[in-house]
Nanobody, 124 residues
Framework: QVQLVESGGGLVQAGDSLRLSCTAF????????MSWFRQAPGEERKFVAG????????LYADDVKGRFAISRDNAKNTAFLQMNSLKPEETAVYYC?????????????????WGQGTQVTVSS
């Protein structure tokens, strides 16, 4: 079992930056690919970014490429999502997810564990 706890969400203005953290409690954090998803009000949860076990492979949704960066620190059992130039339409609950695999994928259903989510609100 792995428990994921997100933090770092908050209220920011358009153009600001925010860094989310996802800390894993359990075993073998480095065995998991880690991903971030987001769900805006009234919409489905969508893939944002993913990273493989050692960080040498990352995957991004097209609309965040060049602005967001996913990373991880296996020694601290933590994954990060650095978000720059935030837009109001990116207001959502952001979730981290863990997948027991070496391959990063975009599919929501492919993940084994989920955090409770952290709210990010971007004002215009």
């Amino acid at each position: 079992q792995v428990q994921l706890v997100e933090s770092g969400g908050g209220l920011v203005q358009a153009g600001d930056s925010l860094r989310l953290s996802c800390t894993a409690f359990g075993r073998s954090f480095s065995s998991y690919t880690m991903s971030w998803f987001r769900q805006a009000p009234g919409e489905e949860r969508k893939f944002v970014a993913g990273i493989n076990w050692n960080g040498d492979t990352t995957l991004y949704a097209d609309d965040v490429k060049g602005r967001f960066a996913i990373s991880r620190d296996n020694a601290k059992n933590t994954a990060f999502l650095q978000m720059n130039s935030l837009k109001p339409e990116e207001t959502a609950v952001y979730y981290c997810a863990a997948r027991l695999s070496t391959v990063v994928v975009r599919g929501e259903d492919d993940n084994d564990y989920w955090g409770q989510g952290t709210q990010v609100t971007v004002s215009s």
